[in-house]
């Protein structure tokens, strides 16, 4: 169901499938009649495959997928209709912008909007509609969508990698970013959810005492898939492939109801497309089996969240984080480890916004991520390697091997030779990089974004340094340039356990930075250091980057907003009146055994009611905490003054609520108690 090269190629003249690839793959514009051409074989194909429809497919800042569907059908004059689709409306179409997030770059008033076709992204066919993916920008060309920063920091950064690799020899050629994003999710019954109001409205469970079993017996991961959940896998996996996303791996995951997709990965700009698709797939899906696939980071207070790890890499005719078998080689490897050890440090407050929400905040360091301090882990090897050329000693490989780091007897590094820590944010894997602090809601799109742009720049630094210089002096220069940069940001390598409370000691004392919630996070974006590097490279505009800042806090204030006045609604209307009611029950209980025995001892019931009662009295007063609290969070004009406090003083109170009302759910009648519990959600049949 997708338009790939290999269609392109059977489908398109040979002439136009040239001048398509020449657009996919080196960037050349596109001719209105090479485009011409494109649609027409794209209209056939997609009406062959049951495509009724045409879209633009695109990512407002909302982060998820619009479309709006357009008939092939056009009216002729004789009374009949034809199949037609031209390829004006292939490369661009117009959407009105008013009603997506702008964060001020439009007005209201304001509602042009314009899509563009973007060709390094395959159209397919789903649900009878013929997808194109696209851009999405405003009348006066800035970019309202989630994709244009990413496509440009893809350039940016091929950009600097070559004027790198030109150093080493090497002709200009396509550098592409890769991403493979492993995709965690919840599975739970249709009829639980339905009776949740939190999930339905928040996706995640405002209320909830622990299960009884949760996931400390370990036999879930990787256990044997429910029948159930194996059909809806096997249904998913039709679907994905028909749509070209090359899904491959999928099992149970820590957490009871909890499981996982990965596919294999493919450039940056598709792999994200692409795990829009998944997510979309998945929650569409789960229906036809009765069941609901729960994507926030944390659905279940006191089990495992739910992230989206994000293997991150560079390819040109070789993986570039391949250290290689040449001194050569390996020199190169290098340049680009210390290039990203400077991005990450640099602009770790960036990488720990991009992927800021309300949900993750309560998932980052929450003994079962990362926590939200941003550190990389490098494996006993590279840190060895990291240390010699920083310390100036001789280097001793795994296989004990010394040897000296001079230029011309550079180790051969050994691949994979390094164990996996789950509890690092930022982690090296043999040739790539694990970004494991996305949750598993997130569009990828900013993450990849601020990463290949802090890389690019630090390629930038680097060529700068070194153009004009060759033979030994550019390699003397290197090694210097190598040492120079990894001990000014060695601080950010960290191989130990980021879940230990003596590391955030230590990242303290190291000055990293530590923003556990989104409110602390989200201003780094607009520092000027953050725009400086963002207007430096081409990616986004001052503008742009403050109109991201501003829909991220509003997004998070509504968020927050919506949590707030639906937990005060289930207090009220829902476990407030089943407390009391049993309350009352008991007291009938006691009063109706006193009548037909005086003597009777009743001090167990009565604990219990003075327990119901206690209750309902602490769950008033948070309740009353709360409602003032949020009625002085809306009255705040300023969006960051309200972020700060949602953050620092309702999550609070609302942890607080919620603590209140689980206690009296163990001891509340199971026939009084509104709503499913974690016993019956996540243990379904």
């Avoid at 742009?453 to 700068?464: C, E, G, L, M, R």
């Avoid at 607080?656 to 206690?663: M, S």
Wanted: aromatic share 8%.
């Amino acid at each position: 169901m997708v338009f790939n090269e290999h269609t392109m190629q059977e489908r398109l003249p040979s002439a136009t499938y040239k001048s398509l690839l020449k657009t996919m793959k080196q960037g050349e514009p596109l001719e209105i009649e090479v485009a011409n051409v494109v649609a027409h074989a794209m209209k056939e194909w997609a009406i062959e495959k049951g495509a009724t429809h045409f879209t633009h497919w695109f990512q407002p800042l909302s982060g998820i997928t619009s479309e709006k569907h357009d008939s092939f059908l056009d009216p002729v004059s004789d009374g009949r209709a034809i199949m037609s689709f031209s390829g004006k409306e292939l490369i661009s179409g117009e959407s009105d912008a008013s009603s997506f997030p702008s964060g001020g770059l439009r007005a209201t008033f304001e509602a042009r909007g314009y899509t563009a076709w973007d060709p390094t992204s395959y159209a397919f066919v789903k649900d009878e509609v013929l997808c194109i993916p696209t851009a999405f920008c405003s009348y006066t060309g800035e970019a309202l969508d989630k994709k244009t920063p990413l496509l440009r920091s893809m350039s940016a950064i091929e950009e600097q990698a070559n004027r790198v690799l030109a150093l080493f020899g090497w002709e200009p050629q396509r550098v592409v970013p890769t991403v493979g994003a492993e995709q965690e999710y919840f599975l739970i019954s249709e009829k639980d959810y339905a009776k949740r109001q939190d999930l339905v409205m928040c996706g995640r469970t405002l209320f909830g005492y622990a299960p009884c079993k949760g996931q400390e017996l370990e036999e879930h991961y990787f256990g044997a898939i429910r029948p159930t959940v194996n059909e809806f896998m096997k249904e998913l996996d039709d679907e994905l492939w028909a749509l070209g996303v090359p899904a491959r791996t999928k099992h149970n995951e820590v957490a009871p109801a909890q499981h996982e997709l990965a596919p294999i990965f493919t450039n940056a700009n598709r792999g994200v497309d692409e795990n829009l698709l998944t997510m979309e797939k998945m929650r569409l899906l789960a229906s036809h089996y009765g069941l609901v696939c729960l994507l926030h980071e944390k659905p279940f207070e006191g089990i495992n969240g739910s992230g989206k790890h994000n293997n991150w890499s560079l390819s040109a005719s070789k993986n570039l984080f391949d250290p290689g078998e040449s001194p050569m080689d390996n020199l190169r490897f290098l340049v680009f480890l210390t290039a990203v050890i400077q991005a990450v440090d640099d602009y770790q407050e960036l990488l720990r916004m991009s992927v800021a929400s309300a949900g993750n905040d309560h998932r980052l360091g929450a003994d079962e991520a990362p926590p939200a301090i941003v550190s990389i882990f490098l494996g006993d090897e590279l840190d060895a390697i990291v240390d010699a050329l920083v310390d100036d000693h001789e280097y001793e490989s795994a296989e004990k091997v010394a040897m000296d780091l001079g230029v011309d007897v550079l180790p051969n590094f050994l691949k994979d030779n390094t164990d996996r820590n789950r509890t690092s944010p930022f982690a090296f894997t043999g040739n790539k990089f694990e970004f494991r602090m996305p949750g598993s809601n997130v569009n990828l799109s900013d993450a990849n974004m601020i990463l290949n742009t802090a890389v690019a720049k630090s390629f930038k630094d680097f060529a700068d340094a070194m153009e004009g210089k060759e033979g030994d002096e550019f390699e003397t220069a290197t090694i210097a340039y190598i040492r120079k940069t990894l001990k000014a940001h060695r601080r950010i390598i960290f191989n130990g356990n980021g879940y230990a409370e003596e590391w955030e000691r230590e990242a303290e004392r190291r000055g990293l930075a530590n923003h556990r919630t989104t409110a602390d996070a989200l201003p780094c974006f607009v520092d000027p250091k953050s725009i400086a590097l963002f207007e430096g490279l081409g990616v986004l505009s001052e503008a742009e980057v403050r109109s991201r800042y501003e829909v991220k806090l509003e997004k998070y204030n509504k968020l927050l907003n919506i949590e707030a006045r639906t937990m005060k609604r289930m207090v009220r209307r829902a476990y407030l009146p089943a407390i009391n009611d049993y309350a009352a029950e008991v007291a009938r209980g006691i009063t109706a055994v006193r009548a037909a025995a005086a003597d009777a001892e009743v001090g167990q019931q009565e604990a219990l009611l003075h327990k119901l009662l206690a209750g309902v009295k602490e769950i008033d007063a948070q309740l009353q905490a709360l409602d003032a609290a949020h009625h002085a969070a809306l009255g705040l004009p300023d969006q960051q003054q309200r972020a700060n406090k949602y953050a620092h003083e309702i999550v609070p109170i609302m942890e607080k609520l919620r603590a209140a009302v689980d206690e009296m759910e163990v001891v509340t009648d199971r026939d009084h108690w509104p709503v499913p519990t974690y016993n019956d959600m996540l243990f379904y049949v």
